[in-house]
């Protein structure tokens, strides 16, 4: 097997880190599908991923050689200090800085690789003279959909060769106003057309710019938040009366491509968790419903700015 064939990595994972007080996201360009237009970053959390490439490694396989390997405990650390020396205000920001900084340090890593999801927080409502507001103190963990950020920085001057940003474990219900019909009827097929239907679907959107280093949020008005791109799912979710989950997402991915001319491909994974209705003798628009079985159906789809000139 040659060298360029050849999987060889390590890292470390599941890396819990915790920062309060970080930079505030400040200057974003807003949406009308959105009211989020920055945060505060008072508690900033994520569990990170590090993988390292590099052929001096290869020792450490073939002849038990470990003279060159770095400890993952000790990329644990790295990334834990590193924490506290982040100055921005992205989770792709800090992904770029902790591998930026990682080169630096050990010059026989040739490649590095990082992933996050968010571990967010939600400041709890506190009485004020003005009704509830925010607190400034007190949060609660967040059990909701998640940031995600992913970079891959090799050693050179433009060190980003990719990146990756998204939004995952969204969840979402509609209680009317989705359909699925028309769909292949054969000799297999039990399941029955449904007119109307209360939808229920998980949802892991993904999206990468033009430029990668927009996603470093540098230029605010150029990142994109993961907030709004939820709020975008949310608002298209109540708009369309769709006829299928394929179809839900890619009206979804039309309108992000819009929004966002600064990137280059929206990607998606969507669940079908739809509950299913208990009888049919209920009056008006009420039903009792049940959780579906396994197993699960699930659609992968991506979206360029090509398929955006196709609906013009």
Same mark, same amino acid.
């Given at each position: 097997m040659s060298d360029d064939e050849r999987a060889m990595n390590y890292g470390k994972e599941q890396v819990a880190v915790y920062r309060t007080y970080a930079e505030p996201l400040e200057g974003v360009r807003t949406i009308p599908e959105s009211a989020f237009d920055g945060r505060e970053n008072v508690l900033f959390g994520a569990e990170v991923r590090m993988q390292v490439e590099g052929e001096s490694f290869l020792p450490s396989f073939s002849e038990a050689d470990n003279s060159m390997v770095i400890a993952t405990d000790s990329m644990k650390n790295f990334i834990?200090?590193?924490?506290?020396?982040?100055?921005?205000?992205?989770?792709?920001?800090?992904? +770029?800085?902790?591998?930026?900084?990682?080169?630096?340090?050990?010059?026989?890593? +040739?490649?590095?690789?990082?992933?996050?999801? +968010?571990?967010?927080?939600?400041?709890?409502? =506190?009485?004020?003279?003005?009704?509830?507001?925010?607190?400034?103190?007190?949060?609660? =963990?967040?059990?909701?959909?998640?940031?995600?950020?992913?970079?891959?920085?090799?050693?050179?001057?433009?060190?980003?060769?990719?990146?990756?940003?998204?939004?995952?474990?969204?969840?979402?219900?509609?209680?009317?106003?989705?359909?699925?019909?028309?769909? =292949?009827q054969d000799e297999y097929t039990s399941l029955p057309e449904r007119e109307d239907r209360t939808l229920y679907i998980g949802l892991d959107i993904y999206w990468s710019y033009e430029d990668p280093t927009d996603a470093l949020g540098a230029d605010p008005e150029e990142y994109v938040p993961a907030e709004q791109v939820r709020d975008i799912a949310h608002v298209l979710f109540e708009e369309t009366y769709s006829n299928s989950i394929q179809d839900l997402i890619y009206r979804i991915g039309e309108r992000i491509l819009e929004r966002y001319p600064q990137l280059a491909e929206v990607e998606f994974e969507a669940q079908n968790r739809t509950w299913l209705e208990v009888g049919d003798d209920h009056e008006g628009d009420a039903a009792v419903l049940r959780e579906p079985p396994r197993p699960t159906g699930f659609q992968q789809f991506s979206m360029d700015r090509s398929d955006l000139e196709g609906s013009a």
């Open positions: 834990l200090h590193q924490a506290g020396e982040y100055d921005g205000a992205t989770l792709e920001g800090f992904l +770029e800085f902790v591998g930026s900084r990682f080169l630096d340090t050990y010059d026989h890593v +040739e490649a590095v690789e990082l992933s996050a999801t +968010e571990l967010p927080f939600d400041p709890r409502p =506190v009485p004020t003279d003005d009704g509830f507001e925010p607190s400034e103190l007190v949060y609660r =963990v967040s059990e909701n959909e998640s940031g995600y950020g992913e970079v891959r920085l090799d050693r050179g001057d433009d060190r980003i060769a990719e990146g990756r940003s998204g939004m995952t474990d969204l969840q979402l219900v509609k209680v009317r106003g989705s359909s699925f019909t028309d769909f =292949v």
